[in-house]
């Protein structure tokens, strides 16, 4: 069975410092990787998709790299800002007997201070 | 676009008493997914759908029905609300399976 763990649970980081979120899964037999943010009480929010074939995906001041040799994600967030204050979570595209789904990280609750 | 959306956006039920949980896409998607997400627990998939006419049960199914008539669609249905079914519930859309995944609001459920 396929888990998906998140380290750390939680951070606290001062503005405008770089920071680095973990992503770790079991099973490397993945068809891709996405990460999400979700803001207390509201739903998820897309922020990068990487293809199980790509190492390294750059939206803004986000970059998600992928080793599926050693089951590894990682989002990094450059100079920090309040509004990324939220949950983020990774999630591995599996194809099971369950169907195709996402198996959801249970999340890094970030807090970016003043 | 509106994107993904759900209704409605809390929802108090008796135990017993059934509802259904409304999901609406307009971006032409042919995946569609329920999730619940628990504390704890994460999200887990309940009911997919791969296209109009056809859904698939996912990991926690029991207790909940699903069915696909339109493209933009899908509702979920629950059929005797119980107290293990408080959660928040959230819809997801895809051009596929392994595609990017879009999230709606959510609608936070509660069962007495």
């Known amino acids: 069975k396929q888990e998906v763990t998140q380290i750390p649970a939680a951070l606290s980081v001062p503005e405008g410092e770089n920071l680095v979120l973990n992503c770790s899964f079991t099973?490397?037999?993945?068809?891709?990787l996405q990460w999400f943010r979700q803001d207390p009480g509201k739903g998820l929010t897309s922020l990068l998709l990487?293809?199980?074939?790509?190492r390294e995906q750059t939206s803004g001041r986000l970059n998600a790299s992928l080793d599926k040799s050693s089951g590894r994600s990682t989002l990094y967030i450059a100079a920090s800002q309040p509004g990324d204050s939220a949950t983020y979570l990774c999630a591995v595209h599996i194809l099971t007997g369950g169907g195709n789904k996402l198996t959801f990280g249970t999340g890094t609750q970030l807090k970016v201070e003043l | 676009n509106a994107g993904v959306t759900q209704t409605p956006k809390f929802q108090v039920l008796k135990t017993g008493q059934s509802m259904t949980l409304q999901c609406a896409q307009d971006?032409?998607?042919?995946?569609m997914s329920w999730y619940r997400q628990d504390p704890g627990m994460g999200l887990r998939l309940i009911h997919y759908s791969v296209g109009a006419g056809i859904t698939d049960q996912g990991e926690v199914p029991n207790g909940y029905n699903v069915s696909r008539s339109t493209t933009e669609d899908f509702p979920l249905r629950l059929l005797s609300a119980a107290p293990s079914q408080t959660s928040v519930y959230f819809c997801?859309?895809?051009?596929?399976?392994?595609?990017?995944?879009?999230f709606g609001p959510g609608t936070r459920l509660t069962v007495l």
């Open positions: 971006m032409n998607h042919e995946y």
């Open positions: 990487i293809q199980s074939s790509q």
């Open positions: 099973d490397s037999a993945i068809y891709n």
């Open positions: 997801a859309s895809g051009t596929g399976a392994f595609n990017e995944q879009f």
